[in-house]
């Protein structure tokens, strides 16, 4: 089973911050936290991943709270090709190998 | 081509029949990943190759299910004797360990009538 709990759909006008939460409380010391989204029909993308510091790339910020048991996405200036479902997994994967579990994601609409 | 390839792209096949699905990762890449979607669900996890060997195979649903990897590179997913709720998109990611990015190809797309 997923290890975390998201909204199930979320909207976002075009051009401003889309804020997608993920709850962890479970996770454990050397798990990371992984974001991927998946565009209709294709295969999911890597988007951003964090341990306990925030992290930022030229897609996405992740934000990861101190006591690391819930986390957001940051898309800054979401635009409609950003319409996608968004999963957040964590995982021991960095250190250990191993597999990404999913779950149910969000499905974040961005609206003209 | 720079990404993951995976053949074919659909796949219609009558029930009882046997399938192969293959998956050809990013060159260099040594870890390689098998899931499966149904549709409105997430990627569920089958089968984890290192190099070679089925390093977790815990996904796998039952022994119809088979994958292989001989060479470290090319992976091909067996299915046999077909049921219709084997119907989904087959998909295969790659990626350099230690990093946790995966790279997923666009996915088989299996349908048994």
């Known amino acids: 089973d997923a290890k975390t709990t998201q909204p199930p759909s979320m909207d976002c006008a075009e051009g401003r911050a889309a804020n997608l939460p993920c709850n962890h409380s479970t996770i454990s010391g050397n798990e990371y936290v992984y974001w991927y989204r998946q565009i209709h029909s294709q295969g999911p993308q890597y988007i951003i991943h964090g341990l306990k510091n925030n992290e930022t790339n030229e897609m996405a910020s992740l934000i990861i709270t101190e006591d690391r048991k819930s986390s957001t996405l940051i898309l800054p200036h979401a635009t409609l090709r950003d319409t996608a479902v968004y999963y957040c997994?964590?995982?021991?994967?960095?250190?250990?190998?191993?597999?990404?579990?999913f779950g149910q994601g969000t499905e974040l609409s961005v609206k003209p | 081509g720079a990404g993951v390839s995976q053949t074919p792209s659909n796949k219609v096949t009558e029930k009882g029949k046997y399938v192969e699905l293959r998956c050809d990762p990013i060159s260099g890449h040594t870890a390689l990943y098998w899931y499966r979607q149904s549709l409105g669900q997430g990627p569920e996890f089958l089968i984890y190759?290192?190099?070679?060997?089925?390093?977790?195979d815990s996904g796998l649903p039952n022994d119809r299910f088979f994958a292989v990897r001989p060479e470290g590179s090319v992976s091909t997913l067996k299915i046999q004797r077909t049921e219709r709720g084997d119907s989904a998109v087959y998909l295969c990611?790659?990626?350099?360990?230690?990093?946790?990015?995966?790279?997923f190809g666009e996915g088989s797309r299996l349908t048994v009538l």
């Open positions: 990611a790659s990626s350099l360990p230690p990093t946790g990015e995966l790279f």
């Open positions: 190759f290192q190099g070679t060997g089925a390093a977790d």
């Open positions: 997994i964590v995982s021991g994967l960095y250190n250990q190998g191993g597999k990404l579990i």
